[in-house]
Every structure is written in C-alpha cells, then in structure tokens.
C-alpha cells in the first residue's frame, strides 16, 4: 500500500491543486482560490510528512523554523505578493484591452499556460544556474541551500534579493509578449505548487514525470553536498532545459540526508539577510 502511494502523491497533489485553481477562476475569485489552495497544500503535505517520511531524521527540528517562516512570510510572500499579483496581474489587465501583442490568445488556455511555463522557464533556468555558477548571486541564493533538512516550511526559505531577481527574469517576458492576466495566474501557481511538492519530506516515486517536471527525487540531487550533483536539476518546474544542456541528474542511488553547504550560515534570520554582503568566503 505505501509503495502505491507513493506512485500517486505528486500527481494527486499536483492535479487536485491546480483544479481547484482553476474552478475559482472560473468562479470569479482566482486570487482568493490561489491563496486558500496553496494553504490547504501546505497542511495537507504537513500531515502526510509525519505519515509518510522520505526521510525521518529530516523531521526533526533543525532550530530554523523561525528564519524559514521570516523568509517565506517577508522576503519571498510580500515579493510575490506585490510584484506577481499587485504589479505584474495589474499591467495584464490594464493591457487587455490593446490585444494579446505576439501572444496566441487563440489558443485554448491549456496550451497557453503549457507555452508559458515554457517562455517562464527559459528565464528561470538560466537564473538559477546562474546563482549556482556566479559567486556574487550564489551569496544569495546559498541562504536556501544552507537548510540541513527539506520539507514543506522552508519552500519559501529565499533571501529577498534571490526572490527578485528571480521574479524579474520570467513574468516580464510573458507580459512584453501580450499574454493575459489568466495565463499568468496559472504559471503562477503551477509554480508555487510545484515549489511545495519539489520541496516535501515524502515518499515520492514519480518515475516518467522526472523527465518532464521538476520532482522531489530531483531536487534532492539539487541540495547535495556533493557538486557534481548539486549544481544539476536547475529546472523551476519544468526539466527541460536541463536535459538540453545535459545538467539533468537522477541517479538510481537514494538521494543523500546530509544536505546544505560547506561554509558558514547565521542561524538567525537578520543575520542570513546580511551574510551575502559581509564577504565571507563561499
């Protein structure tokens, strides 16, 4: 029974989340239905990590959940919040009227939304790489890697500069090539949920799909010790252009549980914000 259910979490999760998105758009209420999605997400995989652990020693407390909760809240949740829906939602409605620019708004909206998390990710891809291979950005972006354990509260653990940047590199581009407040919406929160599965501390055998989405079973390789390993699977939700230039990695091996960094992190949330500029060695 447990190994059944471990075939079926993801795509469970993943499909029963993005429905009930798209029922509140269709209901008028697409923001309202986001937000209570993602947070009935959020303590439906709480409950099945204490059920059914990838690994029981990560459910142990590593002392961080207030930095986490600080980071998700004010760095990655305000970010999100004022630049995705305030700003970004904001200019799609406000350019609606003009026509779609170079978009195919003639598409069904399922097309549209796959051929956004294909623009979206193009732009995401090269960031994170780019946080991983570039010392200056990898100041930052080493604030998430140096969590010791993965699991639903630290999916949102980013400094507020790697959250920005982040965001800056995928939704302009769906904008400047007229796509509607729908689409973006929907690569929104195909984003977030992912971000929240990628990220869980639950048996998941996801097979096929690890060639086609970002998986838990990826993104455990991408929080190696080991960099042969860690700077591989940079895909946000999509893992195709990792398999395009060749940074794809699944192993048949289990992940490893000793997970993070090998320098210094401040263990509390003001001085993880100020660790990039202090010049400490990477």
Not at 29 to 43: C, P, Q, R
Not at 51 to 69: V, Y
Not at 160 to 179: E, F, H
Not at 248 to 265: E, K, L, Q, V, W
Request: glycine letters at 10%.
């Amino acid at each position: 029974m447990r190994c059944f259910l471990s075939y079926l979490w993801w795509p469970v999760l993943f499909a029963g989340s993005l429905g009930l998105v798209c029922l509140g758009m269709k209901t008028g209420h697409d923001v309202l239905a986001f937000n209570l999605t993602y947070l009935g997400l959020a303590i439906t995989v709480a409950i099945v990590e204490r059920l059914m652990p990838h690994e029981r020693e990560w459910l142990a407390n590593d002392g961080q959940m207030g930095p986490d909760l600080a980071h998700t809240l004010l760095n990655k949740g305000l970010a999100q919040v004022i630049i995705t829906f305030v700003t970004f939602m904001g200019i799609a409605d406000w350019l609606a009227p003009s026509g779609g620019g170079f978009w195919p708004t003639g598409w069904p909206l399922a097309l549209q939304t796959a051929l956004g998390l294909v623009v979206v990710e193009a732009g995401l891809y090269w960031k994170h790489r780019l946080a991983h291979e570039w010392p200056w950005l990898w100041r930052f972006h080493a604030v998430h890697h140096s969590v010791t354990r993965l699991w639903f509260f630290n999916t949102g653990r980013f400094h507020v500069v790697d959250t920005v940047t982040g965001l800056m590199v995928g939704m302009p581009v769906l904008l400047l090539l007229g796509a509607p407040r729908d689409v973006l919406l929907l690569v929104s929160a195909i984003t977030a949920i992912i971000g929240m599965l990628t990220h869980c501390n639950i048996e998941m055998r996801c097979g096929v799909l690890n060639y086609v989405f970002n998986t838990p079973a990826l993104h455990r390789w991408h929080h190696s010790k080991d960099l042969s390993e860690g700077n591989r699977n940079y895909g946000e939700n999509l893992m195709l252009f990792d398999q395009i230039f060749r940074t794809f990695y699944n192993s048949p091996r289990r992940p490893p549980a000793d997970i993070g960094i090998r320098h210094y992190m401040p263990p509390d949330f003001v001085g993880q914000l100020k660790a990039p500029f202090t010049g400490q060695p990477l």
